[in-house]
């Protein structure tokens, strides 16, 4: 009986051991997350990001900023540069009257993020469908606040 109820203790304390609470933001890169951004010079100032761990990042705006173009959401990269936060995002635009291809825009952005928070600014270009500029380098502002629970 006795040793019995040391194998019961015994296994309560591995399987308490096993199942400790683990947070898997807690080694993640301080962007990861969703954030709503403010990117004032932009033809639509509110966008969401989405700065995932494998370096992805994803970014979306309502389809208004522009009168004449229709602009795909943007995906593209990130990396840690010691305090800063460094990437790219590339979005396809389309004229609104022939539903033909428009510009590619290349945003290249620095961040700077402080606990739920970040700040920097971006730089677009713009390209024709065979990689000649169209214009740019046209700078903004950025600031964001992480979406929490």
């Not at 995906?75 to 428009?102: C, L, N």
Request: charged share 20%; aromatic share 8%.
């Amino acid at each position: 009986m006795r040793t019995r109820a040391i194998t019961i203790v015994a296994l309560c304390v591995a399987f308490a051991g096993c199942h400790s609470p683990v947070n898997p933001h807690d080694n993640a890169p301080a962007i990861v997350g969703t954030w709503v951004v403010s990117a004032s010079k932009a033809p639509f100032p509110m966008h969401l990001f989405a700065f995932h761990s494998d370096g992805i990042v994803q970014q979306s705006n309502p389809d208004a900023g522009d009168p004449n173009t229709s602009d795909s959401s943007a995906m593209g990269v990130w990396v840690a540069d010691g305090d800063e936060i460094k990437g790219k995002i590339v979005e396809v635009t389309a004229d609104r009257k022939t539903r033909r291809f428009a510009t590619r825009g290349d945003i290249s952005f620095t961040l700077n993020v402080t606990g739920d928070a970040f700040s920097g600014e971006a730089s677009a270009m713009f390209y024709d469908a065979d990689g000649r500029k169209l214009r740019g380098p046209l700078t903004t502002p950025m600031t964001g606040r992480r979406v929490t629970p």
